[in-house]
Nanobody, 114 residues
Framework: QVRLVESGGGLVQAGGSLRLSCDVAGSIVGINVMGWYRQSTGDQRELVASITRGGGSTNYADSVKGRFTISTVVNTIYLQMNSLKPEDTAVYYC?????????WGQGTQVTVSS
């Protein structure tokens, strides 16, 4: 079992920055990919960024390339978000894939005002 706890969401003006954190606990051996997803009201959940455990290979949605950075330190996954836009407003979810199973955090709200 893997437990994920996100933090760092909030309200920010357009052009501002936020850093999301996700603490990973439990059975972390065997985790292959870690990432952040987001879901806006009425939309499907979409991948924002992902990173492979250990190798550090990253992948970003086109809409956030050059503005967001995903990283990991020990058992925490970070998402640094710069130059935020109103369209980045969403609930952000931390995700890990472990031995074929997906695990999700509870989500943290990010609201960007214009």
């Amino acid at each position: 079992q893997v437990r994920l706890v996100e933090s760092g969401g909030g309200l920010v003006q357009a052009g501002g920055s936020l850093r999301l954190s996700c603490d990973v606990a439990g059975s972390i051996v065997g985790i292959n990919v870690m990432g952040w997803y987001r879901q806006s009201t009425g939309d499907q959940r979409e991948l924002v960024a992902s990173i492979t455990r250990g190798g550090g290979s990253t992948n970003y949605a086109d809409s956030v390339k050059g503005r967001f950075t995903i990283s990991t330190v020990v058992n925490t996954i970070y998402l640094q978000m710069n130059s935020l836009k109103p369209e980045d407003t969403a609930v952000y979810y931390c995700n890990v894939e472990r031995r074929g199973s997906d695990y999700w955090g509870q989500g943290t709200q990010v609201t960007v005002s214009s």
